[in-house]
């Protein structure tokens, strides 16, 4: 056995200005839930205009993925959330 670790190569790579993260905070947090009552939450996954952000950008995992999208559709029908492009912006 080794502890070696294989060195990066160098240069700048990065790119990136969103910070992305490695787990889903529903994953990493087993207190914070899903719930389309709770606009708080579901607003940290929409954007101002109120679309959904998607998973690759959030970081959430498929499961909780689903379970946002579900919550929000939920939260829209009764309406806490905006429902992207009814109200046109100024
Ligand atoms: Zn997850």
Redesign the pocket.
Known sequence: MSDERPQRPSGPRKKRPFQRRK??R??ADKQVTIDYKDPRTLRYFITERGKIIPRRISG??S??QREITEAIKRARNIALLPVAGTHAMP
Request: charged share 0%; with cysteine; hydrophobic share 25%.
């Open positions: 787990v889903c529903f994953c959430n995992c499961h909780h």
